[in-house]
């Protein structure tokens, strides 16, 4: 169950800054987007590593 609350909190924020990279396509803005997505990921993935629900 925690695992699906966090790939949902997860896609919620990654929709949301997709949005903003889409509506204000700056270069450097995409650039923080995307590592900050990368960032978000990588959390989310060795969080969630071994652990049993």
């Not at 997860?10 to 990368?38: H, K, M, N, R, Y």
């Amino acid at each position: 169950m925690n695992k699906l609350l966090a790939f949902i909190a997860f896609a919620t924020f990654a929709a949301f800054v997709l949005i903003l990279a889409v509506e204000v396509p700056s270069p450097d803005l995409v650039a923080i987007i995307v590592l900050t997505l990368v960032l978000v990921a990588y959390d989310f993935v060795t969080a969630n590593r071994g652990k049993r629900d």
